[in-house]
């Protein structure tokens, strides 16, 4: 069976400063991953995706991930906060020919001036 | 192009009743995902709809039914409410490519709550 872990509940990062949020996965086989932001009441806005190749993805609004299998991990990066990115941010994984999502708990990612 | 739509945007039912909830999908995607959203966790697969039949189903109770209909659209259907059932629903349309690559589009989702 497939599951996420994602480490964080909560984080706060002062505006400007890096970010990194944490995801650990498990699956039998080559899995596509994803990283889902969603604000409060909202649905879920898709950031990116990796199915295979390059193990760094770029996303929209300036996010990266990167895809390490030894590790099993797939962590999601921003150079530089902005105060909009506070939101809550979830890490999926899914599989070829099945398209239905497992998501970890979410991560909240609080912005301090 | 229009995106997954959802209605209601929130419902409040009474334990014991029957609630529906429906989803358009987007533009020429033929597979409906539904997801339940408790307060404060990771959306939970309900089952997922291709081509008008069920495709695979999630740890919930057959209370819990839907449909899609030949414009790709969808239904949830759940019946005997119960307090847990209060949640976000999600509805989501993908469309995989000839490489078996598919992602998940997200509506707004509807928010039930059972009193």
């Known amino acids: 069976a497939q599951s996420v872990t994602q480490p964080d509940i909560h984080i706060t990062v002062s505006e400007g400063a890096s970010l990194e949020l944490r995801c650990n996965y498990s699956?039998?086989?080559?899995?596509?991953l994803f990283w889902y932001v969603q604000s409060p009441g909202q649905g879920l806005q898709l950031l990116l995706k990796?199915?295979?190749?390059?193990?760094l993805v770029q996303g929209i609004k300036g996010f990266e991930a990167e895809f390490k299998r030894s590790q099993s991990s797939f962590n999601l990066r921003k150079p530089s906060v902005h105060w909009s990115d506070a939101a809550e941010y979830f890490c999926?994984?899914?599989?070829?020919?099945?398209?239905?999502?497992?998501f970890g708990k979410g991560t909240m990612l609080l912005v301090s001036p | 192009e229009t995106g997954v739509t959802q209605s209601p945007t929130h419902l409040i039912k009474t334990r014991g009743q029957q609630v529906t909830l429906r989803c358009s999908s987007q533009?020429?995607?033929?597979?409906v995902s539904w997801y339940q959203q408790a307060l404060g966790q990771g959306p939970q697969f309900i089952f997922q709809?291709?081509?008008?039949?069920?495709?695979g189903r999630g740890n919930f109770p057959p209370r819990f039914s839907g449909l899609q209909f030949p414009n790709y659209s969808s239904e949830l259907n759940v019946n005997a409410l119960e307090l847990d059932d209060s949640a976000l629903y999600l509805c989501?349309?993908?469309?995989?490519?000839?490489?078996?690559?598919?992602?998940?589009?997200f509506g707004p989702g509807t928010r039930l709550t059972v009193t």
């Open positions: 989501a349309s993908s469309l995989a490519d000839s490489g078996g690559r598919w992602e998940q589009y």
């Open positions: 699956y039998g086989a080559t899995p596509y």
């Open positions: 990796y199915f295979s190749g390059d193990t």
């Open positions: 999926a994984v899914g599989a070829r020919g099945y398209s239905t999502l497992t």
């Open positions: 533009s020429g995607h033929n597979t």
């Open positions: 709809y291709y081509r008008e039949e069920e495709n």
